[in-house]
């Protein structure tokens, strides 16, 4: 009868055969690789140096702002945005973006959805939206400050965007980052009218925050 031998482990290190430095060196080699891609990206991202996207309000009617009930708002408002991608090489990812309108810090309009779209390099895209509250609940002074602004003929409404953007460097995408836009808008304002917007204005640079 032949006779099976197993090599232990020691017997394989009398061989030249070592487990724990062969899983040693492979870790070492993967740890390596790693840090080297990593160190890769970061360099073509300092190099880059991405700028964060540019927001201008083109233009926003009001078309409805009035009590419904006690303390219970109707509003409906339309705005349109300019989105500009100002980098040369960095492509923009826009997602989950949802835009509202403020007054006097009170939230006056539901979130609205927009659709999420790529933005390729120094290329600018137009956003429109209709902002709409039904029954929205308002302070006890917001008729009494929509009446004053409406006889003095001018309105402060704050334009919100919020959502989550991704940068693209050639095939390379980065993680999401959330993103802020806000516009001021001082607009006219005046009586109730049914031909036309409540008021109206064009041209209000955004600010961006990353």
């Not at 055969?17 to 390596?32: E, G, P, T």
């Not at 891609?37 to 078309?63: A, G, M, N, T």
């Not at 492509?91 to 999420?116: C, E, F, M, N, R």
């Not at 779209?117 to 917001?142: C, K, M, R």
Request: with cysteine; net charge positive; glycine share 6%.
């Amino acid at each position: 009868m032949s006779q099976i031998f197993i090599k232990s482990p020691k017997h394989c290190a009398k061989h030249g055969l070592n487990v724990d430095k062969l899983y040693k060196r492979l870790f070492y080699a993967f740890s390596a690789f790693i840090i080297f891609v990593l160190s890769l990206v970061l360099l073509i991202w300092l190099i880059l140096r991405p700028s964060k996207p540019e927001f201008y309000l083109k233009q926003v009617d009001i078309y409805q702002l009035n009590l419904s009930g006690p303390h219970l708002l109707n509003s409906s408002i339309q705005i349109t945005l300019v989105s500009k991608n100002p980098n040369k090489k960095v492509g923009v990812y826009y997602d989950q973006l949802q835009s509202y309108a403020s007054y006097k810090a009170q939230q006056i309009t539901v979130h609205a959805s927009l659709p999420p779209f790529y933005q390729g390099h120094e290329d600018s895209n137009l956003l429109t939206a209709s902002l709409i509250g039904t029954g929205l609940p308002v302070a006890a002074s917001f008729d009494y400050e929509v009446v004053r602004d409406r006889t003095a003929g001018k309105l402060i409404l704050s334009l919100k965007v919020n959502g989550r953007l991704r940068w693209k460097v050639g095939t390379w995408v980065s993680g999401r980052y959330r993103f802020n836009v806000d516009c001021v808008a001082i607009m006219a304002f005046g009586p109730n009218s049914t031909s036309g917007p409540l008021g109206s204005k064009q041209g209000t640079q955004c600010s961006t925050t990353v």
